[in-house]
């Protein structure tokens, strides 16, 4: 019901908060935490979200595997709310009215974050900067993992297995884009590898 969803929510925000972020990197990435820490100089006081984005966008500091394996499952959980990792909403909600892409927050809704984020990224020359910037920022970090693209991931799952078999992270997108003209490509999936285009069209570093 509505007081467990935001029982998890209030969890989620009390997990991504810089303290426990630095904490969480204290016991798995010791030889990192100086350079995270040099670079993104976390406030150790209060949930900010500034913290845990910087971290994943220099996430060729990591080095070391285990490391590497506990920052892939904060960002799954980050992943699952944009709230967690940025201003998204802040920064595009006047967009997301203008532009018809009102996210619901209703569970039976068919209408969700990933879903808004999609409908302004078809759309996103038409946006504010600052929500621009955001939906850039987002799409970039989508690009190491096609199940952090929702829409993308569950339009693509039949072509993933037809086309790229045995590949991981970004070079699945390569993959689906380099047939995304083949006949034997799904429309719907290629529809989702057209927003993508349009986007890299925009910001060549999410590509």
Do not use: W
Not at 81 to 92: A, E, H, P, T
């Amino acid at each position: 019901d509505a007081t467990c969803q935001h029982s998890i929510y209030a969890r989620k925000l009390e997990l991504m908060n810089d303290k426990n972020i630095v904490q969480i990197l204290e016991r798995s990435c010791t030889k990192e935490l100086e350079s995270f820490n040099a670079v993104c100089q976390p406030d150790n006081k209060e949930y900010s979200a500034k913290y845990l984005s910087c971290i994943l966008d220099n996430r060729d500091l990591i080095k070391d595997l285990i490391c590497k394996g506990q920052i892939t499952r904060i960002e799954t959980v980050a992943f699952s709310d944009f709230r967690l990792i940025s201003k998204f909403l802040q920064s595009c909600s006047n967009d997301i009215v203008k532009s018809n892409c009102g996210r619901l927050a209703n569970r039976n809704s068919k209408s969700t974050q990933g879903d808004t984020l999609s409908c302004l990224q078809m759309s996103i020359t038409q946006h504010s900067d600052a929500c621009k910037k955001e939906i850039f920022h987002i799409s970039e970090l989508q690009a190491d993992n096609i199940k952090f693209d929702r829409q993308t991931f569950m339009a693509c799952s039949d072509d993933v297995k037809k086309f790229c078999t045995d590949l991981r992270g970004p070079d699945i997108y390569k993959c689906l884009m380099k047939n995304k003209s083949s006949k034997q490509m799904s429309k719907k999936c290629e529809n989702q590898l057209n927003r993508r285009s349009a986007l890299i069209a925009n910001d060549f570093s999410i590509s």
